[in-house]
């Protein structure tokens, strides 16, 4: 019952400084009402989840031509963070359910655009999770939660035909 009401503002910045080096940034402020939820059903709590008060993603790529045919050398590292939102819609009120955020690192360097023939490759090594943070992404009632991955990093090969 009632209307719910989210509010808020986002701002994007771009920045190439030189030739091949861009910056992302992005921020967003919210704030969400909700009516409340005592007559569905008075025995629990109800909460608007998704909604983070403050969003901040960081990016930065650089890609330096290596100076055979169109081989790149492309380095990409971005972090992002949210406040801490509820993590299940409904909670009993006798029961507990952990808030979900976003506190995350990511890297990778990679060469691309190697030519053979009429082939390009690529090969990138990456890093998701690099400071090895543990929190929950999804809550349920009870305190039952799933965590963000551990640190991960691998090596990826790909082919353009």
Do not use: C
């Amino acid at each position: 019952p009632g209307i719910t009401r989210v509010r808020g503002i986002e701002t994007e910045l771009t920045l190439a400084p030189t030739p091949g080096l861009t910056f992302n940034f992005n921020y967003a402020y919210q704030t969400a009402k909700q009516p409340s939820f005592a007559t569905i059903d008075p025995n629990a709590n109800f909460y608007l989840t998704n909604t983070p008060r403050h969003a901040l993603s960081v990016a930065g790529d650089y890609v330096i031509p290596l100076g055979m045919g169109n081989a790149e050398l492309a380095l990409h590292a971005d972090y992002a963070l949210t406040s801490d939102i509820f993590g299940s819609v409904r909670v009993a009120n006798d029961n507990f359910a952990w808030d979900t955020k976003r506190d995350v690192a990511n890297a990778r360097i990679g060469v691309q655009n190697i030519e053979v023939g009429e082939f390009s490759f690529r090969i990138a090594g990456f890093a998701n999770n690099v400071f090895d943070t543990a929190y929950p992404t999804y809550t349920a009632p009870g305190a039952n939660a799933i965590l963000l991955p551990p640190r991960t990093y691998g090596l990826e090969l790909g082919i353009n035909f």
